[in-house]
């Protein structure tokens, strides 16, 4: 089966760093994605991952480990308006497979 | 480059009554993909296309859905006699086929059942 688990909720303060974890367990692996999503809004690519190792873009990193089946997205610097949800998808022979998402609330 | 574009943002309808989205992607794209998103869970693939042609399909599509992409621009989604668990964010997404690509994603159509 396909299965990729996300926290439900995680909480941070302004100026902070945020670390949210993806573990995944899918039939097929192309790469894994992060996106970020505004509530009512389409959610935005952030990053990708294929090879093991550490992605940095600005303010947000994400890591891959393909043995373990893990990721994790890293949020330096911390903003308000970072608060929204971040889904954790799996490309599985072109289609992506996405996790529940992490809802991140960042407080003043 | 304008994004993908979906019509309508909103739709309310009666339940068993049929329902068309529209989706226009961004424009050099040749994968077009509709996913389905409820409250509080990740979007869930429904299908995708490859230019005119329709890939795959997921096995949690029932028969009422349908969709089509005739000349490998547009896509659009149908819904044959809605029933109240058809109540979702409908997205569209669009990717080129080159290498590794992030899929783009439109705002969405939100479908509500009465």
């Known amino acids: 089966g396909q299965n990729i688990d996300q926290p439900t909720e995680m909480t941070a303060t302004e100026g902070a760093i945020v670390q949210i974890n993806c573990t995944y367990q899918t039939s097929g692996f192309n790469g894994l994605f992060w996106y970020q999503q505004h509530a009512g809004e389409a959610p935005t690519f952030l990053s990708y991952?294929?090879?093991?190792g550490l992605e940095e873009k600005g303010r947000f990193s994400s890591f891959l480990s393909r043995s373990k089946g893990y990721s994790y997205l890293l949020l330096k610097e911390l903003q308000m308006k970072d608060s929204a949800s971040y889904l954790c998808?799996?490309?599985?022979?072109?289609?992506?497979?996405f996790g529940t998402g992490t809802r991140l609330q960042v407080f003043p | 480059d304008t994004g993908v574009s979906q019509d309508p943002r909103h739709k309310i309808t009666k339940r068993g009554q049929n329902v068309t989205f529209r989706c226009d992607p961004i424009?050099?794209?040749?994968?077009l993909y509709w996913y389905r998103q409820t409250l509080g869970q990740g979007p869930e693939f429904l299908t995708y296309?490859?230019?005119?042609?329709?890939?795959?399909k997921s096995r949690l599509l029932s028969d009422r859905f349908s969709a089509e992409r005739p000349k490998g621009s547009f896509s659009t989604l149908e819904i044959q006699r809605t029933e109240q668990g058809d109540s979702a964010m409908y997205l569209c997404a669009s990717s080129s086929d080159r290498g590794p690509q992030p899929q783009h994603f439109g705002d969405g159509t939100r479908l509500s059942i009465l």
């Open positions: 998808a799996v490309d599985n022979t072109d289609k992506l497979i």
């Open positions: 296309f490859q230019n005119e042609a329709q890939l795959e």
């Open positions: 424009s050099e794209h040749n994968r």
């Open positions: 991952n294929v090879l093991d």
